[in-house]
T-cell receptor, first 112, second 113 residues
Framework: DAGITQSPRHKVTETGTPVTLRCHQT?????MYWYRQDPGHGLRLIHY???????DKGEVSDGYSVSRSKTEDFLLTLESATSSQTSVYFC???????????FGSGTRLTVV | DQQVKQNSPSLSVQEGRISILNCDYT??????FLWYKKYPAEGPTFLIS?????DKNEDGRFTVFLNKSAKHLSLHIVPSQPGDSAVYFC????????????FGQGTILTVHP
């Protein structure tokens, strides 16, 4: 399909536990992004990557870290999950900045 | 501080009529604007974009208008079809930002047969 997959699709976890979400692409795109979607806020950028090992913070990065050790994978880690991190998380890829992204199908994370 | 705002949470139109979705922004550094469409349980899909050097861009039934002086853009869908029913997000970016987008809250469009 679009060459981007997110895993898992759904996850329920307990407060205080670490969680890692994975984004995998087969398009060899340079740019990768993590967004969260919440009611009333649209999508907000958490972290992004502009190359292997090149990452930076977005608008709502507190409580999250990322890693990109190879072009195809971009991992989002919640070191100690909190209820405020209950959300739908979307990964996106782009082969050039300022062009339409391709989004993954999302991961619904519930922190109880 | 919401830099991109979609003030209408929802819009309902009749099939065949025009749908107009609106978006306002406050950041003068934004010079690239996009619209995305999202169905439930799916990721957003890119619809159409416009750069600040233009005031209009068309793609089939979809036209985006940009009014830079008013910091306002709109998406027109003509004619509207039931399959257009979805959430529409506008997004904006400065051209030097590694493609980081700032999204509006979204507008739920319902097209009635």
């Amino acid at each position: 399909d679009a060459g981007i997959t997110q895993s898992p699709r759904h996850k329920v976890t307990e407060t205080g536990t670490p969680v890692t979400l994975r984004c995998h692409q087969t398009e060899n795109h340079r740019y990768m992004y993590w967004y969260r979607q919440d009611p009333g806020h649209g999508l907000r950028l958490i972290h992004y990557s502009y190359g292997v090992k090149d990452t930076d913070k977005g608008e709502v990065s507190d409580g999250y870290s990322v890693s990109r050790s190879k072009t195809e994978d971009f991992l989002l880690t919640l070191e100690s999950a909190t209820s405020s991190q209950t959300s739908v998380y979307f990964c996106a890829i782009s082969d050039q900045a300022n062009y339409g992204y391709t989004f993954g199908s999302g991961t619904r994370l519930t922190v109880v | 501080d919401q830099q991109v705002k979609q003030n209408s949470p929802s819009l309902s139109v009749q099939e065949g009529r025009i749908s107009i979705l609106n978006c306002d922004y406050t950041n003068s550094m934004f010079d690239y604007f996009l619209w995305y469409k999202k169905y439930p349980a799916e990721g957003p899909t890119f619809l159409i974009s416009i750069s600040s050097i233009k005031d209009k861009n068309e793609d089939g039934r979809f036209t985006v208008f940009l009014n830079k002086s008013a910091k306002h853009l709109s998406l027109h869908i003509v004619p509207s079809q039931p399959g257009d029913s979805a959430v529409y997000f506008c997004a904006a970016s400065p051209s030097t930002s590694y493609g980081k987008l700032t999204f509006g809250q979204g507008t739920i469009l319902t097209v009635h047969p």
